[in-house]
């Protein structure tokens, strides 16, 4: 399919390589603005493992969104691209003792706090530095979501949080440490979330552990309700941009918020998932027995989520408008895993020609691995070429 990205920049560019279209990233970005806009308690801290080029971060930026940080390699990248360190909210069920003294250190707005043994940890070192920690507690919520399994996180069988039923007792032990301020409770349920339904059935658990820890005399002030709002990966072209106002109408409907609190949500995907490409030549085209290779440069180093979840990325040839083909597109690493689709249409395609693979912004460049001594794939913006 010619004409679907400005192919003629890509002559001299080595693949493969990761394209952002940066209009589609700042057209996101809007439509985000254009809802919370209308609620000046929601805050949405972009959840930078989706993607943390430096490049699309400045971007980000610009748009005055708040991180979601899960290790202290995201703290320094998103600090190093200019966000203010008061927008910050750290997770992660293993933060190191260096991790949790750079949150410390540059007084970022909250730990999301996974367990006990955890509470304690900062509690030491934020005394050691004189310091009170601001944390909320990452709950888990025990309810399902309708994704793939390796990207649920909300279950009680996860590794992830601490039980609903604990919570009375973990809040009463932080409030009775000196140098931790306990400030809200957060959640996420998992990833690629397209049902509303699902979005319903946490704001309802929040609602009942609410009412519960109320008549208790607790009143958090941070609802933070995670991310996993997902896109269209079957129909990216008619549908670059994800459903935001059904995502944030749900919680303005469903979730009952005490007076005073803020709603913060950690969205990753949906913010640059259908901004980035990965672009890939054709190396050689090979015929089967039974089936027909497009053997591509890209492999799964570059993008494993076809090989780690099963996905599927709309593949277009940007080279050809023949008729079109049935074809399996593979990687050249030495694995059975390294198949990117099976039996899919393409048009006629020949060694040189490049494919695109879309909806691949969001944990693309960022999953890339050095397997098998291959070089990262670099991402540029439409800006830039
Ligand atoms: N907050 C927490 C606590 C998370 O664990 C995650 C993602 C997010 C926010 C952002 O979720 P999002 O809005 O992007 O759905 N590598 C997988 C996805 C893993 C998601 C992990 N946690 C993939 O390629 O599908």
């Known amino acids: 399919m010619k004409n679907l990205f400005p192919t003629e920049k890509f ?61 202290g390699g995201e703290i320094e990248q998103v600090l190093a691209c200019g966000f203010p360190a008061n927008k910050i909210v750290f997770a992660g069920v293993g933060k190191s003792d260096w991790e949790i003294e750079l949150g410390l250190d540059n007084d970022i707005f909250c730990f999301n706090v996974e367990s006990i043994p955890e509470l304690e940890i900062i509690n030491q070192i934020a005394a050691s530095k004189g310091k009170k920690a601001t944390v909320c507690f990452r709950i888990n919520p025990n309810v399902g979501a309708h994704t793939h399994a390796n990207i649920t996180t909300g279950l009680a069988e ?19 440490m000196d140098n931790i301020a306990f400030k809200g409770l957060h959640f996420h349920i998992g990833s690629q979330i397209l049902d509303m339904d699902d979005f319903i ?25 995670g991310g996993g709002l997902g896109i269209d990966y079957s129909d990216p072209l008619a549908h670059p941009i ?42 050689y085209v090979k015929q089967g027995a039974a089936k027909q290779f497009a053997i591509v440069d890209a492999g799964m180093t570059d993008l494993i989520r076809p090989a780690l979840y099963d996905a599927h990325h709309k593949t277009y040839n940007l080279s050809s408008d023949q008729p ?32 695109a693979m879309l909806s691949a912004g969001a944990y693309g460049e960022i999953m890339a691995s050095g397997y098998n001594c ?10 830039e070429l």
């Open 11 to 71: 002559a001299n560019i080595r693949t493969p390589f990761y394209y952002y279209d940066t209009r589609i990233l700042r057209q996101t970005l809007e439509a985000i603005n254009a809802e919370t806009r209308q609620h000046d308690n929601y805050f949405v801290h972009y959840a930078v493992k989706a993607n943390a080029n430096p490049k699309i971060l400045k971007i980000i930026n610009e748009y005055g969104l708040g991180i979601d940080c899960v290790s």
């Open 201 to 225: 059935a946490l704001a309802n658990r929040i609602n009942a552990l609410q009412d519960r820890l109320e008549s208790q005399g607790f009143h958090p002030e941070i609802i933070n309700v």
């Open 242 to 283: 994800p459903d935001f106002k059904a995502y944030f109408d749900t919680y303005t409907q469903y979730l009952h918020l005490r007076p005073g609190q803020t709603v913060h949500f950690e969205l990753g995907r949906a913010v640059v998932g259908q901004c980035g490409a990965l672009i890939t030549r054709v190396n």
């Open 158 to 176: 996860n590794k992830f949080g601490i039980a609903m039923e604990d919570m009375e007792r973990v809040i009463r032990l932080a409030q009775s």
């Open 324 to 355: 079109a083909e049935v074809y399996d597109v593979v990687g050249p690493i030495c694995e059975s895993s390294d198949v990117f689709d099976q039996d899919i249409l393409l048009n006629r395609t020949q060694r040189g020609d490049l494919i």
């Open 374 to 383: 291959r070089r990262l794939p670099i991402g540029y913006t439409s800006d």
